[in-house]
């Protein structure tokens, strides 16, 4: 087992397509570690029976799906208490296409209830702790899936990320995530959160399993309107050097609100290597991306105020009848089944939306986005990549933040603009700080995967982080 | 910034029950949080035109042809409530 | 004061595609609930919406038929509120960049043309099995999801006969288009009424209501009488009218307020997010205008220019496009009658025959009013006679010369026979006579009068009034 573990998901691949290990070893090996998952970072694991995989190109390696992805028969519940133990009738095209590729499912992951978190403390289902140091958070809100990953429960898991929730649960966990360019990967069978930033990804160990992991993912789905054929095939990363590559620093990574010195430390530290590796360093000006957090504030709740309107206790999920008809039923049913940070939400985005503050808010929110989407294309005429720290500090204790909503919404300062200007951008580890991993971020134009992931590669092969401490 | 009524107003249109004590709590809350929003009140904005789909492809259409529907078992199995083949729910205005 | 009504009318039509709106389900009449649904018509959760190609291409055919402006680009909003038949809690409908604009149909104004989602049907049944002594409803989502246009006309009607006959070209128009049942009673098309009145005169709009549930052409005009009744009433007595939705109750006749689905009546649209702008290509144009029949308007056009018929018959022939392609088939037959001649015929004498009908079920062939109104023109037959035996052909069909033969309507030409009847008429009206002789042409009116009597009507009465003149050498 052990050497087992060691291995990435590509080389486990490898391995079973060569025959040194079968399917049914790596299934039987895994599933017992997920089984004895002691992070919460499982809601479900598949039975004990190794399911028939053709190895294909993913070579039977399972993986992990965030609670939030339907698969048939399966519970899909986003973390949430109004969809316990819901079985969809239907499979996610993202986990399709997966399983379609050779890795079988073995088991839904922890979430921040509808994605809305960023500690995996609004899971109804209790939160996950971080294989780092289990008093603290994992991130979130794919917060199972990414200590899951780190500490070795599964080869390999997606997420989802809509502010952020895909690289800054890989950074708190020290794993990589990929959060791809808006309409990469279908978004069909993914419970909803806020629908223009929502984004299916991998979180994995290394870039190389993100690489292949998200070349399986990928594609036009005639089930999501919102979804386009990536121009390129997706590449395993091969580059060893960042010659000729300009990376821009944001002229505000320093003087972010509640940015912790040692990350900016690391930053630092990754910034001299790429140098080293042959990479231009210079700052750039996104003078929109601070307003990025009140932007996302107003429209994905807004969104997610429409989407959740569909639990509402009569087709299927909790319904709690109150004795005075269908409107009591409806309140009852959403106060009882949607969690605080969820009611929050809505109301807040039911409240953007509502007569008389729809100019004020989502309108202006969205012109913002406009902005920020115009301040990275004018960057990226100067430099191939823009780079930041993925989160302003390392994992934070369970609790530190839930009281205040906005400090843990300021969690997100560096993830959000991505997101809004629908541009890919990957999480890598690149060090510790106060012995916790901190994360260091690369976002490029709209399908630059190939090369987003090549400059990783070539960094965390330069960085040599190491995380088979957390997987023992 | 948001006061007791527009908080119960809201929670109305988003058939939310509130407890008293939550009402004072959410309106703290929303107001702590639009007070962040409220920067974005003071860019410039005039003639910005505001971003629904930042990626611009249009007329993502399906032929019309049928697909297999669901079957009703199934569907009905997931229901709370089933009455009369269909999902029962209190009659509006009950 | 007298009040003048201002109406609007606001149609839903269900569009005859094969699936619905935003999902592969087949659209179903009549068949066991809840057996066409799938994951996105019944918004579970995780679905997506992915647009009906067909039912652009309908809402193309009918904002080309109505003259409207096609948008080059238009999108989806949601329209956010609560209710059963409901089930994403929005409906995905159009808003502020509707599919057309503009655009009329005779002379009333088309304001805007759009697609949207048609909900789920709510079924009342009655005391819940679950909940003791609460009220329950049963949800069936077969109809969720069903293509619709919502086609909105400006206030430009003035009365409810008005609004009931542009309904009732408006559905013919759908029909031609193919692109709906157009079955009120089924629900297929559903009209509501925007209705108001302002005094006489006077340019300002008053206080609208928006009057619902009037599922026939009848109801359609009773509910709007009803309703500007109401209002003239409340104005008269010094009260005022309230903006608000009435449901009319055909039964009673009555308008009552119908409870909001949302109180608060706030929608919170905003531009769906889950699918793309509709840009419509040249290619989309080109291919539903290929599809448009010849309309109403169209075919009065051409009645007027090409047949040369008074504006009045070419539109009553074209609004009621049974009666125009009964009218083409007897002028196909006709050989040589005058079009003018066969259209008063057919609008005239054989329309108010038949009634609503389709003359082409009644029992009149073609054939046979065509060789009637050659019988009329050859003199063979007069006018009068002529429509006795239309009478006779609406009620049991046949040839009209074995009727004029069986009945003896022939026109009776010079000859002695009628000679003999203006004799005896004469004879029969000495004073009259007298006068007649003494220079009072006027007189020979009771004269006449017998002849035709004798006759029944089958005399031609320029050819009785020169021999009674004669025979009394006036
Ligand atoms: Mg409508
Ligand atoms: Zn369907």
Not at chain 1, 115 to 131: K, Q, Y
Not at chain 3, 27 to 32: E, M, N, V, Y
């Amino acid at each position: 087992m052990s050497d087992l573990l060691a291995l990435t998901a590509a080389q486990l691949g490898e391995r079973i397509r060569a025959g040194d290990v079968s399917a049914a070893e790596a299934w039987t090996a895994y599933r017992e570690r997920a089984a004895g998952d002691e992070l919460n970072a499982f809601l479900w694991v598949a039975g004990e029976a190794p399911p028939e995989t053709d190895g294909g190109p993913l070579g039977g390696v399972p993986f992990a799906a965030k609670d939030l992805f339907c698969v048939r028969g399966v519970p899909s519940q986003a973390g949430s208490r109004i969809l316990e133990d819901y079985r969809p009738p239907y499979t996610s095209t993202a986990v399709e296409r997966i399983v379609g590729a050779g890795a079988p499912l073995l088991g839904k992951t922890n979430q921040d209830e509808f994605a809305m978190g960023s500690s995996n403390e609004n899971s109804a289902f209790g939160p996950v702790l971080n294989p780092w140091d289990r008093t603290r958070v994992p991130g979130g809100s794919s917060g199972g899936s990414a200590a899951a990953v780190a500490a070795g429960l599964v080869p390999w898991a997606i997420g989802t990320d809509t502010g952020g929730s895909i690289r800054q649960p890989a950074a708190l966990s020290g794993i990589v995530g990929l959060k791809p360019t808006y309409g990469a990967v279908s978004r069909y069978g993914m419970i909803a959160f806020a629908s223009s930033l929502d984004q299916a990804g991998p979180l994995t160990r290394d870039v190389t399993d993100a690489a292949l992991l998200f070349g399986a993912m990928t594609g036009r789905d005639p089930c999501d309107s919102t979804s386009l054929e990536h121009p390129e095939q997706i590449q395993l990363p091969t580059a060893q050097d960042l010659n000729g590559i300009r990376l821009g620093v944001p002229d505000d990574v320093e003087t972010a609100e509640g940015i912790e010195a040692g990350v900016l430390e690391a930053f630092r530290e990754t910034l001299r290597q790429a140098e080293a590796l042959g990479a231009e360093v210079e700052t750039c000006s996104l003078p929109h991306a601070r307003h990025g957090i009140a932007a996302y504030y107003v429209i994905a709740p807004a969104e997610a105020s429409s989407n959740l309107a569909r639990f509402d206790g009569v087709r299927y999920g909790l319904r709690v009848d109150g004795e005075q008809g269908l409107t009591a039923m409806y309140e009852k049913t959403r106060r009882q089944g949607f969690g605080e940070e969820v009611r929050r939400r809505i109301m807040l985005g039911t409240y953007a939306l509502s007569a008389g503050y729809y100019d004020a808010y989502y309108g202006r929110a969205q012109r913002v986005r406009t902005k920020i989407a115009d301040d990275f294309r004018a960057a990226f005429e100067r430099f191939d990549f823009v780079v930041t720290p993925t989160s302003p500090g390392v994992a934070f204790p369970l609790g530190a933040k839930t009281d205040d909503p906005l400090s843990m919404y300021l969690n997100d300062f560096f993830t959000v603009p991505m997101p809004l200007a629908g541009i890919p951008a990957i999480s890598i580890p690149n060090g510790l700080s106060e012995g916790l991993p901190t994360g260091f971020q690369i976002a490029g134009p709209a399908f630059s995967e190939n090369r987003i992931l090549d400059a990783a590669f070539a960094l965390e092969t330069a960085i040599g982080f190491d995380g088979s401490a957390v997987r023992a | 910034m948001i006061d007791r009524a527009e908080v119960l107003h809201v929670a109305r249109l988003a058939r939310l029950e509130l407890s008293g004590e939550e009402v004072d709590r959410m309106a703290g809350e929303l107001s702590a949080v639009l007070g962040h929003i409220e920067k974005i009140s003071e860019l410039d904005l005039e003639g910005v035109a505001p971003t629904s789909h930042v990626v611009e492809v249009a007329n993502a259409l399906r032929p019309d042809e049928p697909r297999r529907c669901l079957p009703r078992d199934e569907v009905l199995a997931a229901a709370p409530a089933v009455a009369a083949e269909g999902f029962e729910v209190p009659s509006p205005g009950a | 004061m007298t009040y003048e009504p201002v109406i609007g009318l606001e149609i839903h039509v269900q569009l005859r595609t094969r699936t619905k709106m935003f999902c592969g389900c087949e659209l179903s009449f009549g068949d066991p609930p809840n057996t066409h649904t799938c994951p996105v018509c019944l918004g579970l959760p995780g679905s997506l919406p992915v647009a009906n190609e067909r039912a652009i291409h309908f809402g193309l055919k009918i904002g080309l038929a109505l003259g409207c402006d096609l948008a080059p680009r238009s999108i989806f909003h949601r329209k956010n509120y609560f209710y059963p038949d409901l089930p994403k809690g929005y409906q995905i409908s159009q808003y502020d960049e509707p599919l057309c604009r503009g655009g009329h149909l005779g002379d009333v104004r088309i304001h805007r043309v759009h697609l949207e989602e048609d909900a789920a049907k709510l079924v009342h049944v009655g005391e819940s099995g679950r909940i003791h002594g609460s009220d329950s409803s049963v949800v069936d989502f077969n109809r969720g999801g069903t293509p619709l246009v919502e086609i909105v006309s400006e206030p430009d009607l003035r009365s409810p006969e008005q609004a009931r006959e542009w309904l009732v070209v408006l559905r013919e128009t759908l029909r031609q288009l193919e692109v709906s049942d157009v079955n009120m009673e089924e629900g297929s098309l559903r009209c509501d009424a925007n209705v108001s009145v302002r005094p006489e005169g006077t340019t300002e709009l008053g206080t609208k209501t928006e009057l619902k549930n009037m599922n026939s052409f009848r109801f359609v005009e009773r509910g709007i009488r009803a309703e500007i009744e109401r209002q003239v009433a409340l104005l008269e007595g010094g009260e005022s009218v309230v903006q608000e939705t009435l449901h009319f109750d055909p039964q009673s006749g009555t308008l009552t307020p119908l409870r909001s689905k949302e109180e608060a009546h706030d929608y919170r649209y905003f531009p769906e997010p889950d699918l793309v702008p509709v840009a419509v290509t040249p290619e989309m144009t080109e291919a539903a205008r290929a599809e448009l029949p010849e309309l109403p308007a169209a075919r009065a056009e051409r009645y007027e220019a090409d047949l040369a018929l008074s504006a009045d018959s070419a539109h009553a022939l074209a609004f009621r496009p049974e009666l125009g392609r009964y009218f083409e088939a007897v002028l196909a037959d006709a050989d040589g009658a005058p079009a003018q001649t066969v259209a008063n015929w057919v609008t005239g004498e054989l329309a108010p025959r038949v009634g609503d009908a389709d003359p082409a079920e009644s029992r009149v062939e073609p054939g046979a009013l065509a060789r009637l109104v050659a019988m009329v023109g050859e003199r063979t037959v007069t006018a009068g006679a002529a429509r006795q035996v239309l009478d006779r052909l609406v009620a049991e069909g046949g040839d009209p010369a074995a009727i004029v033969e069986a009945e003896g309507l022939g026109a009776l030409g010079g000859g002695d026979e009628l000679a003999e009847i203006v004799r005896a008429a004469v004879e029969a009206n000495p004073d009259a006579a007298e006068k007649v002789r003494s220079g009072k042409g006027q007189a020979i009116g009771p004269i006449i009068g017998h002849v035709m009597r004798e006759t029944r009507g089958a005399a031609e009465a320029g050819e009785v009034t020169r021999l009674v003149r004669e025979q009394l050498g006036a």
